[in-house]
């Protein structure tokens, strides 16, 4: 990012806007997919679409042929408008539209069951259309050691498991398609005991489907001044497959029809995929602290709020520089906290343009309407610029209240 480039873009998107690099996306499925297919060969990925729900990367995934992994009526509709073939959409999701539940099933999707309350709908849906196979998988919940007493999926000790199990086995037009489990955490050590456990549990039931899926929760790639900020070890994807692949390899060995293995990352393929580029519109000393003021938010960027401070990049725009001790960057809410990056230690002027980096994930699609709308995203290409959303509007925002 030069200041040429920059001015022609702020020229022409604003002060503010997203930069999507989709190339470092593909390159991180590419990535992510050798890794596991060469310990493994049976190996996909289901992107995540809650992470980044962009149709720009949710077309890559589909040309690429990972799968489309939704939790909402609202995703699913995109998979479709993006034009992925119904076959390739799994839904989890702790709440279904089962109306949608119902078109997506007939059209081939996979529908994994979170709760007991779905048990009932799919029964009606499987008696409402006896001709019909659908495709049915089972979430499961056990302990995987990291203290955390998941809410989703069905406990594998429980009745409920039991009673779900049976209902997806024994209705002859139901076809057990998978099982599922997702952990938030993502730690390393985490997997093994996944990949081990949906293993044992499949033995136990003396199943083998034909997707084992083994959920999200993968660290991505990030500058080592962010993977400093965390208490755990950043493992790269190979560490992740070594993990868990060789324990299909051994299991399924023997199969001739070897289970896909699927895993559904979301940041870990996206994060380092956007950058968050703002105008710094003030710098003010408030008692001695140094603050500027950028256009932009920490809802823009990490609206998890997880206090971390994303890689930064200072590009002068033009106006004389000073050297700043301890700066923090704050946002344009009237929040307090708003800060994007505290202690910059560094050059920098009124007009510059600031580049918060790693704003892929829980961004975009987390944004709340506070203040302002939300900014464009651009890719930049060998072509010059390209839209990937427009700035939103006030109408975006108001048409749906009553004035
Ligand atoms: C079912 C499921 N799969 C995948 C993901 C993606 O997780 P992450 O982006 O944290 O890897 C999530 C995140 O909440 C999820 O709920």
Known sequence: ????????????????????????????????????????????????????????????????????EVVSDMEAEIALRVG?????????????NYAKVEELLLRGATVNLDSAYEIEEIR?????????????GIRVNFDIGDGVVSRFGFDIGSADFRAALRLVTETENLHLIGIQCHFATRRLETWHPRAERMVALLDELGLVPEHIDLGGGLFGKMADSLKAQFDSYIPTYDEYAQAVAPVFAERYRKCAEKPLL??????????????????????????????????GSIYNINPTLNKKNPPLEVVTMGEMQKEYTDLDFGGFTCIESDYLYRHFNGKLAKGDIVIFGNAGSYSVVLKPPFILPNFPIIEITAEGAELVKRGETFDDLFHTFVF
Not at 266 to 286: H, Y
Request: glycine content about 6%; aromatic content about 10%.
């Open 262 to 295: 699927l895993v559904e990352p979301g940041s870990a393929l996206v994060g380092d995929c956007m950058k968050f580029a703002s105008r710094v519109v003030n710098i003010k000393e408030v008692r001695g602290k140094s603050i500027a003021t950028v256009l």
């Open 84 to 96: 992925v073939d119904p076959q390739k959409i799994i839904w989890n999701g702790p709440y279904k």
């Open 1 to 68: 990012m030069d200041k040429v480039l920059l001015n022609n873009l702020t020229a022409q998107y604003g002060d503010a806007f997203y930069i999507l690099d989709t190339r470092r996306f593909r390159a991180n499925v590419c990535e992510l997919k050798k890794a596991f297919s060469e310990i493994y060969e049976n190996f996909g990925i289901a992107y995540s679409y809650k992470t980044n729900y962009t149709p720009k990367l949710c077309k890559v995934i589909d040309e690429m042929g990972g799968y489309a």
């Open 124 to 136: 009606e849906i499987a008696q409402r259309h006896p001709k019909a196979t659908l495709n049915v």
